[in-house]
């Protein structure tokens, strides 16, 4: 399993960015993807994720209305449609990926971030090294 971040730069406050999460190693209509990111000196923290399966989103409450996240099933990559930007976005931003839940995709994306956040990631989660996002007023 492999996950390669991109996308990542020096953005002005206000501006756009798009990250991308090309995958390979697994079947990506059968996984769901998250994105995470962790400033510097804070804990890693869940901004977004997606079911492959059924289409499934969940967006962290800072980042509603801003980010959008995206699959691409042909070219196997997870986007992360960034607008709006604020400094407190700064983060470098990590991609993972998981077997998407059969059922209930939304509540369960929910609670992959909640445990994630709260100190109990999954250690059988797939991670990428990530990508540096830098917003500059």
């Known amino acids: 399993v492999q996950l390669v971040e991109s996308g990542g730069g020096l953005v002005q406050t206000g501006g756009s960015l798009r990250l991308s999460c090309a995958t390979s190693g697994f079947t990506f209509d059968d996984y769901a993807i998250g994105w995470f990111r962790q400033a510097s000196g804070k804990e890693r923290e869940g901004v977004a994720c997606i079911s492959n399966r059924d289409g499934s989103t969940f967006y962290a409450d800072a980042v509603k209305g801003r980010f959008t996240i995206s699959s691409d099933s042909a070219k196997k990559i997870v986007y992360l449609h960034m607008s709006d930007l604020k400094s407190e976005d700064t983060a470098v931003y990590f991609c993972?990926?998981?077997?998407?839940?059969?059922?209930?995709?939304?509540?369960?994306?929910?609670?992959?971030?909640?445990?994630?956040?709260?100190?109990?990631?999954?250690?059988?989660?797939?991670w990428g090294r990530g990508t540096q996002v830098t917003v500059s007023s």
């Open positions: 993972a990926a998981r077997p998407g839940p059969r059922s209930n995709g939304e509540l369960l994306l929910k609670l992959w971030v909640y445990a994630h956040d709260s100190g109990s990631p999954s250690p059988n989660d797939y």
